[in-house]
């Protein structure tokens, strides 16, 4: 225990362990958030750059590390002791797991705002005689041959995927968002993105990193045989 209150984890720093913990569930609440509102607003955006996936690793990390946090162990009760291996075995995957996904989400999302930024891009409508129509962007360089405006009148509005061999970039086709939308709010909900992965990210790291130092600490003192204190809890 530390100050009286139950350590489970054998957190150097419980108190900052457990507020990163409820930051992680704030952020997975978050990404979970954009990702139902890219479902209702576009849902075929590609998986990549929907982060539902990252906010419910975040928030389930995060629940079980709070539980393990305020639970009462009893050494005596093998069951219980049990649960508690288990529960702490679960929350180390999950973390690991959390950690990984929020970078990953982070990267896409900023990968794909990069590539929406960067000055050789070129978005256009599908249909070059409705400006509300889906959007076609070409990412990279433009054959100096090729009229990207001529891919489109050629195909009715329609881009297929053969029309990127004739460019020297990558062409993806927004299906729900037109061209305002994607170089506007898209835009945003990326930026949202990343922010809200990035702090999930440092969140679950850190937590990682005092849940990793605690287990190295807690085997130290019993290959030594000493008691490692107050804060520590026999396994």
């Not at 982070?106 to 891009?121: D, E, P, Y």
């Not at 030594?224 to 809890?233: A, F």
Request: with cysteine; charged share 15%; glycine share 8%.
């Amino acid at each position: 225990k530390e100050n009286g209150k139950p350590n489970p984890l054998n957190l150097r720093h419980p108190k900052w362990g457990k507020f990163l913990m409820i930051l992680q569930i704030i952020s997975g609440i978050l990404a979970v958030g954009i990702g139902l509102w890219l479902l209702l607003w576009a849902p075929s955006t590609r998986l990549q750059d929907n982060p539902y996936w990252c906010g419910l690793i975040l928030i389930i990390s995060g629940s079980i590390g709070c539980s393990l946090m305020d639970f009462k162990r009893a050494p005596r009760s093998k069951s219980r002791e049990m649960c508690f291996r288990v529960m702490k075995i679960i929350f180390g995957v999950a973390l690991v797991i959390a950690t990984l996904a929020s970078l990953l989400a982070a990267l896409f999302a900023a990968v794909h705002l990069g590539a929406l930024s960067a000055t050789s891009t070129n978005c256009l409508p599908s249909n070059i005689f409705t400006v509300s129509s889906t959007c076609v962007c070409l990412f990279g360089r433009r054959n100096e041959t090729t009229d990207h405006l001529e891919i489109l009148r050629q195909t009715n509005g329609d881009a297929h995927e053969d029309a990127a061999a004739d460019t020297a970039g990558t062409e993806f086709h927004y299906r729900d968002l037109n061209c305002r939308e994607v170089e506007g709010p898209f835009r945003y909900i990326l930026m949202s993105s990343i922010v809200t992965n990035l702090v999930g990210f440092v969140a679950a790291a850190t937590v990682l990193i005092m849940y990793w130092t605690g287990r190295r600490q807690r085997r130290r003192f019993q290959a030594d045989g000493v008691s490692p204190g107050v804060t520590q809890l026999p396994e």
